[in-house]
């Protein structure tokens, strides 16, 4: 039996290629470079949440068998990757 945080990390992910297949859709019927970039941008949104959710989700998962340390340590570098997206 699958356990439930994997459940929700799987059906994330699904969300999200489906988010990301629809905003494609969408570009394909506007065409027009101006409302891809639109689109584009929401998308940049979904990413980053989704992949915060998805680790916040496994590391509850595995709080027995991951140290604190280690935890802070994890996300630490997803903040790292958050911040080095978002600088010039």
């Known amino acids: 039996m699958m356990e439930k ?3 929700f990390i799987i059906l994330l992910r699904i969300l999200s290629g489906s988010i990301d ?4 859709m969408f570009m394909f019927k506007f ?3 101006e409302k ?8 940049a949104l979904v ?4 992949l915060i ?3 916040g989700i496994a590391l509850v998962g595995l709080t027995e068998k991951i140290s604190f340390v280690r935890m802070i340590c994890l996300f630490g570098g997803i903040l ?3 911040i080095s997206l978002k600088s010039k």
């Open 53 to 55: 959710i998805t680790t």
């Open 36 to 43: 891809a970039f639109y689109i584009n941008t929401l998308l």
């Open 47 to 50: 990413g980053p949440c989704i």
């Open 21 to 24: 297949i629809t905003a494609a």
């Open 31 to 33: 065409n027009d470079l």
């Open 5 to 7: 945080a994997l459940i």
């Open 80 to 82: 790292l990757i958050l």
